[in-house]
């Protein structure tokens, strides 16, 4: 169980992981694994569980036409092995890096930015 929303852990693929982001989608999943795996974290990411849906209407009497279930976009959780891992923290506590030296900021992290502007605070922009 979370402490709070910013630090959940949960069981992925049979490891208790620290949850790094849910529901993204595959190319999210590249990104976020590229850049925690270079700051030293082994990274899991399992499929998402389907959404749950409300059941479909019964058809009205003499009706036998029923309408097919709308395609399931395919989204992972991605987690890291080290269950203390904040997301927060570790941006906003400036701790991981990008390949080129720079401090992830929180556009980078949020791939806002192609490359990483660590020069100025997140606080100092206007």
């Known amino acids: 169980m979370a402490l709070n929303k910013n630090h959940e852990f949960e069981e992925l693929g049979g490891v208790k992981c620290g949850i790094v982001e849910k529901n993204v989608k595959p190319e999210r999943v590249a990104f976020l694994k590229d850049l925690l795996e270079y700051n030293r974290f082994t990274v899991i990411a399992v499929p998402s569980p389907a959404p749950k849906a409300a059941p479909a209407p019964k058809p009205a009497e003499g009706e036998t036409t029923a309408v097919p279930p709308p395609p399931v976009a395919e989204t992972f959780t991605v987690g890291v092995t080290d269950y203390t891992f904040n997301t927060v923290n ?3 506590g400036r701790t991981l890096k990008t390949k080129d030296g720079h401090i992830v ?22």
């Open 105 to 126: 900021t929180q556009a980078y992290w949020n791939q806002k930015e192609a490359v990483s502007d660590d020069e100025i605070p997140y606080y100092e922009h206007t």
């Open 90 to 92: 570790a941006i906003f």
